[in-house]
């Protein structure tokens, strides 16, 4: 497998209630169970549905937290779309012992990311482990679909880790990304585009 089989969109969930309570929530105990949308969050899923109505998107694959499976339900419900596929490899990055914090942690997280890509201090998950799983989740529905434009729903950093492999930086330098705000539709890759290098050297592809 040298090139897609399919094209893919990226997307952030929109504005959860963790995002207004300014928490870290990363443990799937209780992000799977907890913290879905806000009324903004709502209102940005459907607004950014709408926004790429045209992108011809037939399949929807959302990580199992419920700020992301509500995103995904309201975007497959707008443009009429199945129901969405969850996949746990496109979960939120796991932050250790900063889970329940304030969202100040994410920078302390953040400046050890660019010293060290497979950095894992205070039990977090390393940008390594997330772009292993991240990319595998990918060449599953390479491997599943064909001719399909599919449209991934997930978390800010584990989306701008996944981009770490398609601009060809390490996985540490994420923070160098464009920010991935809640709602965010942005383009991936285009079926016949060559896969990443980062596939292969990851032993993925």
């Not at 879905?36 to 209102?43: A, Y």
């Not at 037939?58 to 443009?79: G, N, Y």
């Not at 540490?172 to 991935?180: A, F, I, K, V, Y």
Request: charged share 20%.
């Amino acid at each position: 497998m040298t090139v897609f089989k399919n094209s893919y969109f990226l997307m952030r969930h929109g504005q959860s209630k963790a995002n207004v309570a300014d928490k870290v929530v990363s443990d799937p105990n209780i992000g799977c169970h907890q913290y879905g949308l806000s009324p903004l969050g709502e209102e940005q899923a459907v607004a950014s549905a709408l926004a790429v109505k045209d992108a011809g998107i037939s399949v929807i694959v959302c990580s199992d937290f419920t700020r992301t499976r509500e995103t995904a339900a309201l975007v497959a419900k707008t443009l009429s779309i199945d129901t969405p596929i969850q996949d746990i490899r496109l979960r939120e990055r796991f932050f250790g012992t900063w889970e329940g914090k304030s969202s100040d942690a994410y920078e302390q997280v953040w400046a050890k990311d660019a010293v060290s890509s497979s950095q894992t201090d205070n039990g977090v998950e390393s940008t390594e482990q997330v772009r292993k799983r991240t990319m595998d989740a990918i060449l599953a529905l390479e491997n599943q679909f064909s001719d399909q434009v599919i449209l991934l729903v997930s978390h800010g950093d584990a989306l701008q880790i996944l981009t770490t492999a398609f601009s060809d930086i390490p996985a540490g330098q994420h923070r160098t990304l464009p920010h991935h705000e809640t709602g965010d539709i942005k383009p991936l890759a285009a079926k016949g585009e060559a896969l990443p290098s980062a596939f292969s050297a990851a032993g993925v592809a």
